[in-house]
């Protein structure tokens, strides 16, 4: 059996950074002979949790063909949310908590998805069903992706099974998750040290909406100040990125954590689909979204029955 | 929560209908309100197996929507082999151990997938998985879904674990497999009783191969000449679903399940993907495949290389 890549979604966040690394260990335990990679730099929320669990990053790649045949995704299965040559490849695996869009295989394959809050909760349910034990580092790590995904269990994704998850976790890793959790969501809105640009590529991913390239980037903080007191630099960098990469429309999702609340900055073409999406007009390219703090959720769901209606 | 239909694909074979009955036995002991039911009637194995286990046949639909807002799918994910109006309902569960093709989905949803032998293989897993007893009866109903798409555990998509779950059903049913497993294909190749029409109809599927609609129908026997003695009958049938429903090829998998051998029968054009398919001539409209018996392995896969070539 050959060696395969495994590895979440560009623009990785902690769960697809963490997903990979956890279910690397279960299949190499089981027998195969994987490495957890990732198609990006860790963020700061990452970059936090690594440091406090003294876990290395994982190595970056461009392209996994001239290495593998064979590859596991974690945290995503839309083609261009993956790595660039992902059609030269076969996808052995996938563990995903995501809708399914444009994903088709010549054989069959491992498919694992469930509507729970995070991937690192569902790999979980796999350690269990397979009778692996967790490492305790290993568990910090998945505590902190639901964490991440759930911000601290506070998200509409999150559900029961996620909730009794994190205590587990907690329990095996020996973590106090709910201050580790607060401090492990401001260490990743650290937006004053970052470019425009590195903010709405932190964590973004692409979607194709009845034809539009709609490009989504969230960012968090404790404080929307902080993002819209730097709007116009905001819309110049969206911009730029549509000219750049072709996307028809940028939309970025600034969230305040503490208070579940988000607003909405629209930049491109066109902007009837989200005025339709969320019933509201734009005013000063911006929608007041209260409440809204899932882009798989509440964002991407509308967005895609308003282009399609 | 509301109501949830559960179905196989149509020209429904032992496992799709089985593999719903099996699925909704579990669903309902999780808390869910399912009902098995079925794209359409039992095949002569499936009769066979109903009967022995005094198990009814299930209701059958034509339509979803007007029952039901969410459906689960077993044994099959791909829409045009669905029930007709799959678009106008949610699906909110897959399992199913083929490839994923033409699958899109707008919201996360419970998909589980393994390359297996069976679907009834995967529900196995799941029962065990989720702590539920599989009582005697349906252990004997998923013992005959194995049996019947890996023929008596022959065919190459047979995996151990396959092997290993035939033998814990055939202990919680009490049936001596390997006996009943040959009567029961034997009941599947009653040829003589049947048009040609109902036999290339019992057990065919299509599939969309770069831009061609191919149907490709397997007819089981315990001898070939059975099959070709009605050759040109068989013809004028399969030219006749072609003409009817739009397909442009219609290829006759007829298998030998003594001997594991097969010949190809092939009705429509293109032929040359199916001659590159195989690496042989179209002889007399054949094409003869010694030791394939397996259309979803031995089939398929070639025939989408070559239509992609």
Do not use: W
């Amino acid at each position: 059996m050959s060696k395969e890549l495994i590895f979440g979604h560009q623009s990785p966040d902690t769960d697809a950074i963490v997903a990979a690394k956890a279910l690397s260990y279960l299949e190499n335990k089981l027998g195969r002979d994987t490495e957890a990679v990732a198609l990006g730099e860790p963020n700061e929320e990452t970059k936090f949790v690594l440091d406090h669990f003294d876990e290395p990053a994982p190595r970056i790649i461009e392209k996994a063909s001239a290495e593998v045949e064979d590859v596991m995704l974690v945290d995503h299965n839309e083609p261009q949310q993956s790595v660039s040559d992902i059609a030269d490849v076969t996808v052995t695996h996938v563990v995903d908590h995501h809708r399914i869009a444009n994903f088709n295989t010549a054989q069959p394959l491992f498919y694992r998805a469930e509507p729970l809050g995070c991937c690192s909760t569902v790999i979980y349910k796999m350690f269990k069903e397979n009778n692996v034990e967790i490492p305790a580092k290993l568990a910090g790590l998945m505590l902190s992706a639901i964490i991440s995904d759930t911000l601290l269990l506070k998200s509409p994704t999150t559900t029961q099974t996620d909730v009794d998850v994190v205590k587990d976790l907690a329990k095996i890793s020996g973590t106090d998750y709910e201050a580790y959790g607060l401090d492990m969501l401001k260490a990743g809105t650290n937006l004053a040290s970052k470019t425009e640009t590195e903010l709405i590529e932190a964590d973004a991913k692409s979607f194709n909406l009845n034809g539009s390239t709609v490009r989504v980037a969230q960012v968090n903080t404790v404080d929307l100040a902080e993002v819209f007191d730097r709007q116009a630099a905001f819309e110049a960098a969206a911009k730029a990125e549509n000219d750049a990469n072709g996307y028809d429309l940028f939309l970025i999702l600034a969230t305040n954590i503490l208070d579940s609340n988000s607003e909405l900055l629209v930049v491109g073409a066109p902007t009837a689909p989200v005025e339709a999406a969320f019933g509201k007009k734009i005013e000063n390219n911006r929608i007041s979204l209260p409440g809204v703090v899932s882009r798989k959720k509440q964002v991407v769901p509308p967005l895609t029955d308003a282009f399609n209606a």
